[in-house]
């Protein structure tokens, strides 16, 4: 049921009814959900006093007679420092978390690639950090970028060779709008 998984303060008048009512009828149930919220309070106050929750909960959970909880007090005895570590650092595996949804939605997203190299462009495209200019920014930037290679290439006595689709658009830089005369580096 939802209201068992909600945050108390986040549970509305009638869900807060429904789940009052449920702990009333059901001890063990009453119980186990005390201890789940417990828990989840540890990791939201601060150091020395997670700490000192924790402890109660752990003794709570070891004398509470439901197995699951006394096998989870067992497993969290276990790894004690660890923990002492997480409350201490505050590190969470919630951003490894995430990115391991976010490439799961890639994949299931580019199933009918033709290549294992387009998924990986795909995936670094969007979690990468890269952004690229858009195909529109490169082509109105086009003219200046190819009259800047032009004069460069013209300093170094390297005459430029223009093929592909952007030809057409090249001859255009070439043309001197004001006077109709071609650049002297792109031959006549």
């Known amino acids: 049921m939802i209201v068992f998984r909600r945050k108390p303060a986040d549970l509305s008048d009638g869900q807060q009814r429904m789940l009052d009512s449920i702990l009333a009828l059901n001890a063990p149930i009453?119980?186990?959900?005390?201890?789940?919220?417990?828990?989840?309070?540890?990791?939201?106050?601060?150091?020395?006093?997670?700490?000192?929750?924790s402890d109660a909960w752990l003794a709570c959970a070891r004398d509470c007679q439901l197995?699951?909880?006394?096998?989870?007090?067992?497993?969290?005895?276990?790894?004690r420092a660890k923990i002492e570590a997480a409350l201490f650092y505050?590190?969470?595996?919630?951003?490894?978390?995430?990115l391991n949804s976010q490439l799961r939605q890639i994949i299931n997203r580019s199933f009918g690639f033709r290549s294992a190299n387009?998924?990986?462009?795909?995936?670094?495209l969007s979690l990468g950090g890269l952004c690229p200019p858009p195909p529109r920014d490169q082509l109105r930037d086009l003219p200046q970028t190819l009259s800047r290679l032009a004069?460069?290439?013209?300093?170094?006595?390297?005459?430029?060779?223009?093929?592909?689709?952007?030809r057409a658009m090249s001859k255009k830089s070439e043309t001197d709008h004001r006077s109709g005369a071609r650049s002297e580096c792109y031959g006549s």
Request: hydrophobic share 50%.
């Open 67 to 79: 197995a699951p909880f006394v096998r989870l007090a067992e497993r969290l005895a276990q790894q």
């Open 118 to 124: 387009a998924v990986i462009a795909a995936a670094m």
């Open 30 to 53: 009453n119980t186990a959900y005390l201890l789940k919220e417990q828990l989840r309070q540890v990791y939201w106050l601060p150091y020395k006093q997670a700490l000192a929750l």
């Open 151 to 166: 004069i460069m290439q013209a300093r170094a006595g390297k005459p430029r060779q223009v093929s592909g689709p952007f």
């Open 90 to 98: 505050r590190f969470s595996n919630a951003r490894v978390e995430q």
